[in-house]
């Protein structure tokens, strides 16, 4: 007798049949969606939909700001991958094996080797087989693969329930009536007897025959009110709205000029003195605005510097000008044009991954404190908050704005 245990590694027809069937019974139903899988119980359908058939399940490649988050919950969370699993937004597998692995490459090993307890000896079976891709059907299925395909297809086929049934039937039900109906009026007619069809009034408006909430006029002659009869503008006719505009700012120019000239003539009327001298600071060349000196930042080699410069060039070149003809010309380089020194560049940010992954082995390794001893050492890292602080941007040095700043 053949023992069927549920379970195993899931292959591309099943995640077909889960996929149709999540989307005709849902999210809730998982009993019904396992019954159309006779090789999967109903948390292993579920386990596979929430771990890699969702489509809010993210696949690509981890980013940093990921990894930073995912080190420092971690340390605050310890184990409790399913809490970790939402803010990081992957799954909870996906974050331990991303873990492991991070811890891994900060110890210096990349892949695992032999001996390690989490590869899988041959014979072993996979723990977590909802989490991995699916496996590509074989050509010949066996037979009981076949009749949950088939079975799947005609239950998934079969969308007329109760309800569809239902209505199929009154349809048809009224159908038969209007073709009984049909039927007496012709044999009606052939006897001789008409019998006009009697249209029952239709509630609401009958768009096609009449024009909803019409008012029809009065008949014969009747006053026009005056809101039917609009003025029209003469002056504005054939004009456009920029000639409208400008024109009206011509006027309120036109109007302020002649404010300020009567303004002007009354001052000079009352008080001549003031007037003048309003007028002379307005025409006054001192009043206007001055510009500001050019601050320029302060030379950072003084004369007496800049002569030492030039006689120390001199120098070196009266030197090598002598030894030019000696035996010493094949040895001793020209310096005339020195390199200078190295540039100043951005200064190197560190692996705030790489030291988080080291201070969680070490802490992994860490002793009680009934040993004795001192604790490991950590690196310091600003993560004080629940979450990893953004970076600023790595600024290369200006000598400039240091000076600036002293």
Known sequence: MRILIKGGVWKNSEDEVLKAAVMKYGLNNW????????????????????????PSVKKTEWTREEEEKLLHLAKLFPTQWRTIAPIVGRTAYQCLEHYEKLLDQAQGRDEMDENDPRRLKPGEIDPHPETKPARADAIDMDEDEKEMLSEARARLANTRGKKAKRKAREKQLEEARRLAALQKRRELKAAG?????KYRPRRGFDYAEEI????????????????????????????????????????????????????IKRLKEDNLPEAIEMINKLNDPDQRRRRTALNLPAPQLNDEELEAIVKMGADAAALSAQSADGSTAGLVQSYGETPGATPLRTPKQQNTVLMEAQDAIARTAMQTPLYGGSNPRMNETDWSGALPKPKDASITPNVYAEQART
């Not at 109903?42 to 771990?51: L, N, S, T």
């Not at 008949?219 to 006719?237: D, I, R, Y």
């Not at 120019?253 to 000239?261: G, P, S, T, V, Y």
Request: proline share 7%.
């Open 31 to 54: 009993a019904r969606v396992c019954s159309l899988l006779a090789r999967k119980s109903p948390k292993q359908c579920k386990a596979r939909w929430y771990e890699w058939l969702d």
């Open 193 to 197: 007897i008409s019998t006009a069809k």
């Open 212 to 263: 909803p909430l019409e008012a029809p006029p009065p008949v014969g002659f009747h006053a026009v009110g005056a809101e039917e009869t609009p003025k029209v503008t003469l002056g504005l006719a054939n004009m456009t709205l920029q000639a409208v505009e400008n024109r009206t700012r011509a006027e309120e120019e036109e109007r302020h000029r002649k404010e300020d000239a009567r303004k």
